[in-house]
């Protein structure tokens, strides 16, 4: 394929990560996904995103497509490598890793919010990662690694500051300084990374902070501390002032194929309701193709469908949307800050997992909860629940303070609902439990498109309980703009999950269905 074919467009609808007619579709990774760092070996991609106050921290994924990613772990999945108390608010944590590959080894660099800046490695990027090596005279957020042909290793981090480190150590070298910090005026440079090609070292940047002024900008420069010349076509991509289904375009990283083609992957969302818009799944990463001329890249159209790259499609098998609990827990099951040895088991009744509650309700900053993030704008939710010793159930989370429940114990069913400083609530009469273990549903709906209004709720959340038939008894029927950032504040998306509020509740199964 030619990059005139690359860049003609074809006008589909379909959920991500399709391939149809020579084209895929975005975002190529699906929900709370953000601050793409991405690096390629040979013919295999992997991209690592932040995690923020979920453990394990760092999810990464591998490809060989750019379009078709699978999860293969996490970075940070031991205690000893990631600590988050519960003091922590929910947003800190883990911020924008760069992930890069150099002398034979994976690097990543991060920075765990309130514990400063670390550098780990890896032989495999599946794991095991490094224990953490602290970078104390490394400063602020979103730390980017580079070397150049001396072998000299540079940090550059948000402000746009730069350093020179020893990696082996941690230890700075020589004095920080400010580089080129993007177009006048514009808030929150941060994100950089640092790029050796050709004759330039090229600094890519996001500013406009996070929102739907977000925007990515690059500069080049004779060495890798510039000085710095910027684009003049910057900012080189932003969808701020339009009306295009991807927003809050930003913080992203140039690929290079092994055609020597050019891709960039960037963080964006997809708002949707009503005015002023409400993104519920979080900051997602999104593939746009790059061509340069004159020695600046150029960002090809950015949206939801995309013609392919030029090389073969080589898809992963899709992913189980269900969690029998026969083997170890897939890498795409997080905790909030922490998962203690304790709280989860899958032997103590084999085929199930088996948690011990923590905090009393999920307002509890070290609740037992295992979720996965939400990953399409409608789909169902079900798991089987055995609360008889304790009072459990599926939560669908953003944070402490927003976040729906439907709730199984004392031989009833409730749904709860928390949002903001409205404490939680039972939102519709308690009823009576069946008999044994009692199958939960959640049901995220989108409304239709014919039917908007500009105070339109982005998606409608149905709880309620699942007869064995699949007959559905919805207990309450909640508007989704609560759990969404617009209205939470903060960085994160939906997680959807299963949770132990008091005692010991056991889980079979759990469906995740796209709708």
Known sequence: ????????????????????????????????????????????????????????????????DLVHWEQIGNVLDRPSQLSMPASMPSSGGV????????????????????AGNLLVTADDPAGPWSEPLPLPGVPGIDPDIAWDDEGRCWCTMAGIAQVRIDPATGETLGPMRRLWSGQPGAQAPEAPHLYHLGEYWYLLIAEGGTERGHAVSIARGPAPDGPFEPCPANPILSHRGTNRPIQNTGHADLVEGPDGSWWL???????????????????????????????????????????APPWPPRPFPPSPVRDDFDDDLHPRWVSVRARPPWSWSLT?????????????????????????????RSCTVRALVDATLGRGGLAVRLDEQHHYEIEVGHDEVRVLARVGSLRPTVATAPAPAPAGPVRLRVDVVVPPAADWHPRMEPDTLRLGVESADGAFVVLAELDGRYLST????????????????????????????PG
């Open 95 to 114: 911020y924008a890793p760069t992930l890069r590959h150099h002398d034979g080894r994976f690097w990543l660099i991060t920075t765990n919010v309130g």
């Open 486 to 513: 617009e209205v939470a504040g903060g960085f994160t998306g939906r997680v959807i999950g299963m949770y132990a509020a008091a005692g010991t509740v056991r889980f079979d199964w759990f469906d995740y269905e």
């Open 265 to 307: 992957v960037f963080l964006g969302v997809r708002p949707g309701g009503g005015t002023p818009g409400w993104h519920v799944l979080g900051r997602e990463t999104f593939l746009a193709p790059v061509t340069w001329v004159d020695g600046w890249p150029v960002v090809g159209a950015a949206d939801l469908t995309m013609a």
């Open 1 to 64: 394929m030619s990059r005139t074919d690359v860049a003609r467009l074809r006008v589909v609808t379909g959920e991500p990560a399709t391939w149809a007619d020579g084209g895929f579709a975005n975002p190529v990774i699906a929900g709370m996904f953000p601050d793409p760092s991405v690096c390629r070996v040979g013919g295999d991609y992997y991209l690592a995103c932040s995690s923020f106050e979920y453990f394990p921290g760092v999810p990464i994924f591998h490809s060989r």
């Open 348 to 376: 103590d009744r084999p085929g199930w997992l088996t948690l011990h509650a923590a905090g009393t309700s999920m307002d509890s900053p070290d609740v037992t909860f295992v979720g996965r993030r939400q990953q399409d």
